[in-house]
């Protein structure tokens, strides 16, 4: 049910936010606690970045066909 009502948040409503925090933190802070927010999400992506990363790595087949194949060695013949 929040989805729905953050779907429907318009420019009024966000320049009206935006004056409400502008007044409660001040100008001076401001930028301050949206650069450490934007800090913060940007960490928070790569982190899940990573954990999908490590969850598809061992899953995924190489399809890359410039990597050598492992080579066999030749077997001895038997001596009877």
């Not at 009206?16 to 502008?22: D, P």
């Not at 960490?43 to 990573?50: L, Q, R, V």
């Not at 999908?52 to 190489?62: A, L, M, R, S, Y």
């Amino acid at each position: 049910m929040l989805n729905m009502v953050l779907l429907f948040i318009g420019t009024t409503e966000i320049i009206v936010i935006g004056g409400i925090a502008l007044l409660i933190f001040g100008g001076k802070k401001l930028p301050e606690l949206m650069r450490g927010l934007g800090k913060g999400v940007k960490e928070f992506k790569e982190g899940m970045k990573d954990v999908k990363e490590e969850i598809n790595g061992g899953e995924q087949p190489q399809e890359s066909s410039d990597q050598e194949q492992p080579r066999q060695t030749p077997q001895e013949p038997k001596n009877e």
